[in-house]
């Protein structure tokens, strides 16, 4: 620990958490008490309390909360609570908090909207773009526009097509790569004298286009999306094209 | 002596088996390439290098040759980091934090390519230690361990995670307990392992079959990585390399005793469940500052706490697989990895694993380590460039690996859910400074240690004395029991006041 400001900041973080995992803990010894402690088990058997599939989980949940109000305590004589509301005890300035948002909207709207849905080598470019133009430098206005770009495709992505039967439709693959077109002409547009800039369409393509084909053709592994709009296209001239070649 | 024999023999002939096949050099020359570039870019770290590769490789290429990339990249990515202390003053991972404290200063005396060199053949002949510890170790601690029954286990896997949590935590020791349970709490999500009862699936059918390893280290390890790496706008000079990589024979004989006591010390941590490559730099790096005769020196610019460091992490390696291999507990979080690789190709570690693979293991960490000090000799200058890439570069491209990764090994999306999910969480337990690795122990053994506690009691039929009657049991408990009581106030005024009646 480097200085009494950084205690004083993990404390008041310590009393936020020891209360989260208190409440926590209590949920769970809750949701442990349905599990049958005594006697038949759901599954048939006939159990004994030291059999019983509560025993462990009651002693996981009943150390935590223990722990926690340990480090309830702990945070409290350090001075933790009196600092629990202030700027100082939450740690985090409006940038701070500002990065971490931008960063959370664009891997949710990644992982939660568009890898599922959308063709892998068309969201990936996406996020790698803006990743790329949004944090290198740190400017403020990139963050968010980068951020609304990636945040917005997936949102489209998991509003037109939420059910699992409609992940296969392509109405949202031209959506993500207009938004992808979109994004690095602003990128190329905000920084001309940029040479990492240009590259950087380029990269987004190349990096999800080699991992995707390597791990579907070289590793034999399974890829997300396998009707998406592109991967779809490499996939079927690979095996009626290319793979008849050395298959012969 | 015999046994010493046989077991280089049986070494010997896994050495000859890798060293026919060309496959293995493809694997071996890729892998240790990568693993020294993850290891040099700071904000990956060698457990990263692992698991993406496990989520690479691990069930769709046979194990023999996984285990040529993902170990080949332990020890890559373990002797990279110290590129970036050298030259940076930014630890490449946390095991080589120990590393800059005289890595920097020497290369701001013009010392670079000799600090570069010498930590080459300090990481490489720590790495030999480690392993030939483990080549004779391991089989001494099976022997034993084929006495192993339930209660024993269960504290063994108990001890594991009180230790980790002890030891990783860099503020409060508590925090590491925290971390530990919540680890052992995502274990017990699905079905449990005797009776099959659902716990904690809130009715979502893919919670039936609990967390997935792979997943949760990727969300553990690699997101908040990127998060943190993402947060920060690059800062730092590289420093010009200066002087000759190649490291002068005088010098390398000179700090030799230095060298040997600090490969003792990592393989010793790495032997100790849970604990890692950090520790046991900086466990190494404080023995060598006391009974060192330039031990005020140490960051300052000595060599000799250089090579303290350096030798230590790397000879860690060895040690954090003996616990692995003998027991099925991982010492280090790179070995927790290696742990996901084993589970996912149905290979159980601990007393009946196929004693082929344990030979295997030593011989590819002999070639994966004279691959390294080859590659650290010889082209060094390559990963000295890829040293100048930003983050924010290489980061974005992680994240697509990470997906893809996490993607393949479950074939699943929820795979990915839960990854964001554990990331997510992993980040805020590191802001607020919750040591990460006990989580993951917690989740790899959680398992273990619900199932052989209650075998246990089963067996005993309720009696509690079965971890008390046998006297394996005694001992764990009393560790256990001797690691917990040892944080409180009063056992740490007491030690205090014994160390100075004493020493």
């Known amino acids: 620990m480097d ?36 006697g038949a088990n759901r599954a048939g058997v006939s159990a004994d309390w030291f059999n019983s599939a509560a025993l462990v989980p009651l002693g996981i949940f009943g150390g935590m909360l223990v722990l926690s109000i340990v480090l309830f305590v702990i945070a409290i004589k350090a001075g933790g609570a009196q600092h629990a509301l202030s700027s100082i005890g939450l740690g985090w300035d409006k940038n701070e908090a500002l990065r971490f948002t931008t960063i959370a909207a664009i891997l949710t709207g990644y992982i939660v909207g568009l890898v599922p849905r959308v063709d892998f080598i068309i969201s990936s470019a996406l996020l790698i773009t803006a990743l790329i133009y949004g944090y290198r430098g740190g400017h403020r206005d990139r963050m968010v526009t980068s951020s609304l770009f990636v945040f917005a495709a997936g949102l489209y992505a998991f509003v037109t097509h939420l059910p699992q039967s409609q992940w296969k439709a392509h109405g949202d693959d031209w959506v993500v790569l207009l938004l992808w077109i979109g994004l690095v002409l602003v990128s190329l547009a905000k920084s001309k004298s940029d040479k990492v800039a240009r590259l950087v369409p380029l990269l987004s393509v190349l990096a999800p286009f080699i991992l995707v ?10 890829v997300p999306n396998r009707t998406g709009l592109i991967f779809s296209q490499i996939e079927y001239n690979y095996y009626v094209n290319l793979k008849p070649l050395w298959s012969r | 002596m015999e046994f010493v024999f046989s077991q280089l023999a049986g070494f010997g002939v896994a050495m000859v088996d890798l060293v026919v096949d060309p496959l293995t050099y493809i694997y071996l020359i890729t ?15 060698a457990t990263l290098a692992v698991t993406i ?10 194990l023999d040759y996984s285990l040529i990339a993902l170990l080949g990249a332990y020890v890559g990515a373990i002797y990279g980091g110290s590129y970036p202390s050298i030259l940076l003053n930014i630890p490449g991972t946390a ?8 890595g920097y200063p020497l290369a701001k005396a013009g010392r670079g390519g000799e600090a570069l060199g010498m930590t080459t053949t300090a990481s490489f002949i720590g790495t030999i230690i480690g392993t030939f510890a483990l080549l004779i170790f391991v089989w001494l601690l099976l022997l034993v361990s084929k006495n192993i029954a339930s209660p024993e286990k269960a504290l063994l896997a108990l001890f594991g995670i009180l230790l980790s949590g002890t030891l990783m935590s860099e503020d409060l020791v508590i925090k590491g307990w925290i971390a530990g349970l919540v680890g052992l709490a995502m274990a017990m999500v699905g079905l449990d392992p005797l009776l099959s009862e659902p716990r904690y699936t809130f009715g979502w059918s893919y919670m039936l079959s609990g967390f997935q390893v792979v997943p949760v280290l990727m969300g553990a390890f690699a997101i908040p990585q990127i998060i943190e790496g993402m947060r920060h706008i690059e800062a730092g000079k590289l420093l010009e390399l200066k002087g000759s990589i190649v490291p002068n024979l005088k010098t390398v004989k000179r700090y030799l005793p230095t060298i040997g006591r600090s490969g003792v010390i990592g393989t010793g941590v790495g032997a100790l469940p849970g604990v890692g490559e950090d520790v046991a730099g900086w466990v190494s790096y404080g023995v060598g500052k006391t009974v060192s005769k330039e031990g005020d020196q140490f960051g300052k610019g000595s060599l000799e706490g250089l090579l303290s460091s350096e030798t230590a992490n790397n000879a860690c390696i060895g040690g954090a697989l003996i616990p692995l291999l003998v027991l099925g507990i991982p010492g280090s979080p790179p070995a927790a990895a290696l742990m996901g690789a084993f589970k996912i190709n149905n290979i159980i570690p601990g007393p009946t ?8 293991v030593v011989a590819i960490l002999v070639l994966a380590s004279l691959t390294m000090f080859i590659m650290g000799l010889f082209t060094a200058k390559i990963f000295i460039k890829i040293l100048r890439i930003p983050q924010t570069i290489f980061l974005p491209i992680v994240m697509v690996l990470t997906t893809i990764g996490s993607f393949s090994v479950g074939g699943g999306i929820n795979d990915l859910y839960l990854m964001l999910g554990v990331g997510l969480v992993a980040f805020f337990m590191n802001l607020m400074r919750y040591p990460i690795a006990p989580l993951v122990i917690g989740v790899i053994l959680g398992g273990m240690f619900d199932e052989t506690f209650r075998r246990s009691l089963l067996i005993s039929d309720g009696d509690m004395s079965v971890f008390i009657s046998r006297p394996g049991a005694a001992i764990l408990l009393t560790l256990n029991i001797a690691l917990i009581l040892a944080q409180f106030p009063a ?13």
Do not use: E, H
Request: hydrophobic fraction near 55%; charged fraction near 15%; aromatic fraction near 16%.
């Open chain 1, 213 to 222: 084909c390597a791990m579907a053709f070289g590793f034999r592994q399974n």
């Open chain 2, 31 to 45: 892998s240790v390439f990568l693993g020294i570039t993850f290891g040099a870019l700071p904000g990956l770290t």
């Open chain 2, 95 to 102: 095991a080589s934090a120990a590393t800059a404290m005289d």
């Open chain 2, 353 to 360: 694993i196929d004693p082929a693979i344990i030979l295997r």
């Open chain 2, 491 to 503: 056992a740490k005024r007491s030690f205090t006041w014994m160390k100075g009646k004493f020493v």
């Open chain 1, 3 to 38: 200085n009494s400001d950084d205690i004083t900041v993990l404390r008041a973080r310590d009393f936020w958490s020891a209360i989260g995992l208190f409440f926590l803990s209590l949920f769970f010894l809750w949701k442990t008490s349905q599990i049958p402690l005594f």
């Open chain 2, 53 to 62: 590769l496990t989520g690479f490789f691990s069930n769709k290429i046979p």
